[in-house]
């Protein structure tokens, strides 16, 4: 049986799920609390929570389906989405208790058909045809390019990335081991609060195209005891259920996980390597150009 696909359910049968585990988190919530929701209410099997995305070195099958049905419900008008990542409910969400989820294709798909052609008359009916799934594509894209390049990378070259990020996110007294035989200790670094306190913390990075597994994440943790007060894992890839819930196990010490996905966004946001074109919107005051005019009787 391995290697073999299973069924997972469809991104469209993951919406009412979906507004179902927001609504009984309070109305907000983070992808991996509504992602853990959604399989505790769908009472999902192991093998279909773990089946990878093909194509994805951080996805699984479930996390971007269920990436799919966030899309269309927050352009339904019924969800939406910070700059930080916390997804809610908005008036309409609050007052929806379940949807049709044909009805939400039909009408996003119809919406994205009308800017399609807004979009070509303004441009002179010139370009390319665009996609409907060109949007969400593109979303995605940049990430997995930078994903590529991480992997790419000599594991040395990726450490000293990591090293870079720690700084830039406002760590202190970052270093990279460089040992082998360390129990999976790459480096550490200090984080200090408010200026005053400060905590050591022991990282991980692993350039992988698959998952960590649980192991990894308890190997880790026995090799930090005594070195660090906090543990961080950052990979390229993504983390099995089991390593989720080991990194945060009752009773012992808490490690915090970085996959592709954040990673590529954390990059991002950072400016390491990655460059953000801002659109610029231009608005014509025709009243100041008719100001101009000559009196008449001048």
Same mark, same amino acid.
């Given at each position: 049986?391995?290697?073999?696909?299973?069924?997972?359910?469809?991104?469209?049968?993951?919406?009412?799920?979906?507004?179902?585990?927001?609504?009984?988190?309070?109305?907000?919530?983070?992808?991996?609390?509504?992602?853990?929701?959604?399989?505790?209410?769908?009472?999902?099997?192991?093998?279909?929570?773990?089946?990878?995305?093909?194509?994805?070195?951080?996805?699984?099958?479930?996390?971007?389906?269920?990436?799919?049905?966030?899309?269309?419900?927050?352009?339904?008008?019924?969800?939406?989405?910070?700059?930080?990542?916390?997804?809610?409910?908005?008036?309409?969400?609050?007052?929806?208790?379940?949807?049709?989820?044909?009805?939400?294709?039909?009408?996003?798909?119809?919406?994205?058909?009308?800017? *399609?052609? !807004? /979009?070509? @008359? =303004?441009?002179? +009916?010139?370009?390319?045809? %665009? $996609?409907?799934?060109?949007? #969400?594509?593109? &979303?995605?894209?940049?990430?997995?390019?930078?994903?590529?390049?991480?992997?790419?990378?000599?594991?040395?070259?990726?450490?000293?990335?990591?090293?870079?990020?720690?700084?830039?996110?406002?760590?202190?007294?970052?270093?990279?081991?460089?040992?082998?035989?360390?129990?999976?200790?790459?480096?550490?670094?200090?984080?200090?609060?408010?200026?005053?306190?400060?905590?050591?913390?022991?990282?991980?990075?692993?350039?992988?195209?698959?998952?960590?597994?649980?192991?990894?994440?308890?190997?880790?943790?026995?090799?930090?005891?005594?070195?660090?007060?906090?543990?961080?894992?950052?990979?390229?890839?993504?983390?099995? *259920?089991? !390593? /989720?819930? @080991? =990194?945060?196990? +009752?009773?012992?010490?808490? %490690? $915090?996980?970085?996959?592709? #996905?954040?990673? &590529?966004?954390?990059?991002?946001?950072?400016?390491?390597?990655?460059?953000?074109?801002?659109?610029?919107?231009?608005?014509?005051?025709?009243?100041?150009?008719?100001?101009?005019?000559?009196?008449?009787?001048?």
């Amino acid at each position: 049986m391995t290697g073999q696909r299973v069924a997972v359910p469809t991104f469209d049968q993951l919406m009412n799920p979906t507004l179902a585990a927001l609504r009984s988190l309070g109305g907000s919530a983070s992808i991996p609390e509504l992602v853990e929701r959604v399989i505790a209410d769908l009472r999902l099997l192991r093998e279909v929570v773990e089946q990878p995305h093909l194509g994805s070195t951080s996805w699984t099958e479930l996390e971007y389906r269920l990436a799919w049905a966030r899309s269309y419900l927050k352009k339904y008008g019924l969800i939406d989405n910070s700059s930080r990542g916390v997804w809610s409910l908005t008036p309409k969400g609050l007052e929806t208790t379940a949807v049709e989820p044909r009805d939400v294709v039909k009408t996003t798909r119809a919406m994205a058909a009308a800017e *399609r052609k !807004a /979009r070509k @008359e =303004a441009a002179g +009916d010139e370009g390319p045809e %665009i $996609d409907e799934t060109d949007d #969400e594509r593109e &979303a995605t894209s940049w990430r997995d390019k930078i994903l590529a390049c991480l992997l790419a990378m000599p594991p040395d070259s990726f450490e000293r990335l990591c090293m870079r990020l720690l700084r830039e996110s406002g760590f202190i007294q970052v270093e990279v081991t460089g040992r082998s035989g360390d129990g999976g200790i790459d480096g550490y670094g200090v984080v200090r609060l408010a200026g005053m306190l400060s905590f050591r913390v022991s990282f991980q990075c692993k350039r992988y195209k698959s998952t960590v597994g649980p192991s990894i994440i308890r190997d880790f943790r026995g090799a930090m005891m005594g070195r660090a007060e906090k543990g961080l894992v950052i990979t390229t890839g993504g983390f099995t *259920r089991d !390593a /989720r819930q @080991e =990194a945060m196990r +009752d009773g012992a010490t808490a %490690i $915090d996980l970085i996959d592709g #996905e954040l990673l &590529a966004d954390k990059l991002k946001e950072l400016g390491l390597g990655v460059k953000t074109k801002t659109v610029e919107a231009v608005e014509i005051d025709e009243n100041w150009f008719s100001s101009f005019k000559v009196a008449r009787g001048s």
